[in-house]
């Protein structure tokens, strides 16, 4: 914004001090004019009644030249010596185009910065699963349900894009699920039949995961059915199983194992996948236990029909006695 040049003291100036009022007024208001519109001094009769809002602007205008301080020119007047005190034209839009500029490369400078802030926020680099510092498989990959997996991730990890009041977002290992133990008696059967006192482990020999005998079947029969999994398992869960063999049988226990895995997402890597499903499965019936038909029970139209055919029956066996 450009500036109009006054001496302090111009007021006492001879030129001005003899002015009348309307005439310092309307002085004053035409070098503000000038340098608002870059006239350069150039003061047009036909702009007059705009430079300033007196009356009897010519006389004014005529009292200012008499005084030197206007100069007559072809269309209006010209402030004496204006383009001595202020800038012309080109320098004052020379420096409002610097402005420009500098205050452009100012806001592109700063825009640059939120935008490589904002970036910086949003790209920031985290431990993935397969390149996290605790993990020992690099290909492991999670399932839903088998408790045998473990996330690989680290544990806690900010975020700027979670908040874990917000959205409900946790990045925690999930807690394991905790598998109910078969009873004493079932424990009991089992040490029995391998001559083991209750509660062994079962679990290991050596370096290779131990199958019990009685859970051997059950494990190739799985395998035929191509359904292989990891049998690294507690000496409780090996009791379960036993007992679950015993009261639902192999097959059963084949079959639900075949529909959990079809029904996963992701394969399982352990048997201890198919826990939850095999012990909600019935008991297996014993051999020879006879079965009671279904009592079929009729609703509807065939209800109706029926009782038709009933009453025909009946009225038949009237008419032939």
């Not at 185009?97 to 920031?124: F, P, T, V």
């Not at 690099?138 to 990890?157: C, V």
């Not at 006879?290 to 009225?315: M, S």
Request: proline fraction near 7%; aromatic fraction near 6%.
């Amino acid at each position: 914004m450009p500036w109009v040049r006054l001496d302090d003291r111009f007021p006492s100036h001879r030129k001005v001090a003899l002015l009348s009022d309307r005439a310092f007024r309307l002085y004053v208001s035409a070098l503000c004019w000038s340098s608002e519109n870059l006239t350069e001094g150039r003061i047009l009769e036909k702009e007059l009644p705009l430079v300033a809002r007196i009356r009897g602007h010519k006389t004014a205008a005529a009292e200012l030249e008499a005084a030197g301080l206007w100069d007559r020119a072809e269309v209006g007047w010209v402030i004496h010596d204006y383009l001595e005190y202020n800038p012309d034209r080109a320098k004052v839009q020379a420096e409002r185009e610097a402005n420009a500029a500098r205050q452009q490369a100012w806001r592109d400078r700063k825009k640059a910065e939120r935008e490589a802030k904002r970036n910086g926020d949003r790209n920031g680099v985290t431990p993935t699963p397969d390149s996290a510092p605790d993990d020992t498989t690099d290909a492991r990959r999670r399932h839903d349900g088998d408790t045998n997996a473990s996330r690989s991730g680290a544990e806690n990890q900010s975020s700027s894009q979670v908040n874990e009041f917000r959205n409900g977002v946790s990045n925690a290992a999930p807690s394991r699920p905790v598998l109910p133990s078969p009873s004493e008696k079932e424990k009991e059967d089992v040490s029995k039949t391998e001559g083991q006192p209750p509660g062994a482990s079962l679990t290991h020999i050596g370096d290779r995961p131990r199958i019990p005998t009685n859970c051997e079947p059950l494990v190739a029969a799985l395998s035929a059915n191509d359904l292989h999994v990891g049998w690294e398992l507690a000496a409780n869960e090996w009791l379960l199983i036993e007992a679950l063999i015993k009261r639902c049988g192999i097959p059963a226990l084949v079959t639900s194992a075949r529909g959990s895995w079809q029904g996963a997402r992701v394969q399982p890597r352990s048997g201890r996948y198919f826990l939850p499903a095999w012990r909600q499965l019935p008991d297996a019936v014993a051999p020879g236990t006879p079965t009671l038909a279904p009592v079929q029970t009729l609703t509807g139209t065939d209800a109706r029909v029926a009782g038709w055919g009933a009453i025909a029956a009946k009225f038949a066996a009237e008419d032939s006695a």
